[in-house]
């Protein structure tokens, strides 16, 4: 087993990575009392539900099945677990465990932050996006009709158990999905981790597993890094965000689903190493590099055809990290080195964009 510690003091946690954690791990004793509450969706439900469940032998414990999809994460789905949970009796002293990607992640994060004031939460991350990315660091919350994950809190697990034998089940689109995330980590902070992906690539989009449990390791120890720095993002932490200013524009106008996050995030990355070329900030090659890992996997390299440079600009104006009115954009000062910055002309910014189209 592969494990690292996010640290963060007192509220510090265990990342664990192998093969049949679910239902091997004693990842049960992170919860402290003897209730607790399953969140998952209908189709990670019969894929995995039973395994987890048969550890939590003994405890009373709930189960809340969502609708599947990004578009059911919102405020009024929340309201199905805090239903579940007030019916259910459920009292401060149980623990929520997020079992599935990213979306039952998020939500189940943010209804342990709001429930009671606040209850454990253990993440059993699915999707290889949210074993990378989402389960770890604590960002948790729901999307609004006008913007992307608009609504939520800053909420760390007690543990983060990241069974890799459950990305056999994982759609082709969702794995690529996940990579572009992996991607993203050699981009911004570990330019070793990027070459070792560039010279593994067709392993990973094969799935071999300790290629896959090693990449999975350096995304986690990566995030946990900045995240141990800058936990409330009041600075560092926005480099995590490389390809999201564009990539939520993508996903708030396409509207949420159509497009995934990592796909969105893939052609962003890729809008943001164009504007970095353009700036001179890296070489020509690079960009045609990501361009080249992003084609294998089979992600976009396009925005949508009908997404014009303006409306990317107005949905952009909308995203958190704009202070004082000013865009700030996450940008490539070299490969393997992220810094944010607010000083890049529009004109600039809509000529990547374009060149992109
Ligand atoms: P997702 O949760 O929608 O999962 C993708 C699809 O795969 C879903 O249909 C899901 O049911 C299915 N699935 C999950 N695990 C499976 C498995 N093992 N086998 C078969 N099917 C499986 O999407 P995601 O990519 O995991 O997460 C995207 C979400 O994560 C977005 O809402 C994004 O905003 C959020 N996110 C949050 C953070 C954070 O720091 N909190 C970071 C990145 C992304
Ligand atoms: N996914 C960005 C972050 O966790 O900060």
């Keep these: 087993m592969r494990e690292l510690t996010l640290d963060l003091g007192e509220r510090s946690y265990p990342i664990r990575i192998a093969p049949a954690l679910l239902a091997e791990n004693d990842w049960p004793a992170f919860i402290a009392g003897n209730q607790a509450c399953v969140v998952t969706n209908e189709t990670i439900a019969p894929l995995y539900l039973e395994s987890v469940l048969a550890r939590l032998d003994g405890k009373r414990v709930s189960v809340v099945t969502l609708p599947d999809g990004e578009e059911h994460k919102t405020l009024s789905t929340l309201n199905q677990i805090f239903d579940r949970l007030l019916e259910d009796n459920h009292t401060r002293k149980t623990t929520l465990i997020a079992l599935g990607g990213g979306v039952v992640g998020d939500m189940t994060g943010f209804a342990a932050a709001c429930y009671q004031r606040g209850v454990p939460f ?135 689903g159509s497009w995934l996050h990592g796909e969105a995030v893939a052609t962003g990355m890729l809008m943001a190493a164009r504007l970095s070329a353009d700036l001179g900030w890296i070489a020509e090659v690079e960009v045609e590099r990501l361009a080249s890992l992003l084609k294998c996997a089979q992600l976009p390299l396009k925005p949508p055809a009908d997404m014009t440079a303006e409306q990317f600009l107005s949905l952009m104006a909308r995203d958190k990290k704009v202070l004082d009115g000013r865009l700030r954009l996450v940008l490539l000062r070299g490969l393997g080195e992220a810094i944010v910055t607010d000083e890049v002309d529009q004109a600039q910014i809509v000529g990547a964009i374009e060149a992109l189209r």
Excluded at 160 to 176: C, M
Excluded at 180 to 206: C, M, Q, R, S
Excluded at 232 to 249: D, K, S, V, Y
Aim: glycine share 10%; hydrophobic share 45%; charged share 20%.
């Design 122 to 256: 253990i993440q059993l991350p699915t999707t290889l996006l949210s074993m990378v990315d989402s389960s770890v660091g604590g960002k948790t919350g729901v999307n609004h009709a006008l913007g992307k994950n608009m609504i939520g809190a800053f909420y760390q697990p007690e543990c983060v158990i990241i069974d890799t034998s459950t990305l056999a089940t994982l759609p082709a689109r969702e794995f690529a999905a996940g990579l572009a995330e992996v991607l993203k980590y050699g981009l911004i902070a570990d330019l070793p981790f990027y070459n070792w992906l560039e010279a593994n690539w067709d392993g990973l989009l094969a799935r071999d597993p300790e290629l896959l449990a090693e990449a999975i390791l350096r995304s986690c120890e990566n995030k946990a890094k900045v995240v141990a720095e800058d936990e409330r993002e009041g600075g560092r932490r926005a480099i995590l965000n490389l390809g999201h200013t564009f990539g939520h524009a993508i996903e708030t106008a396409t509207g949420y």
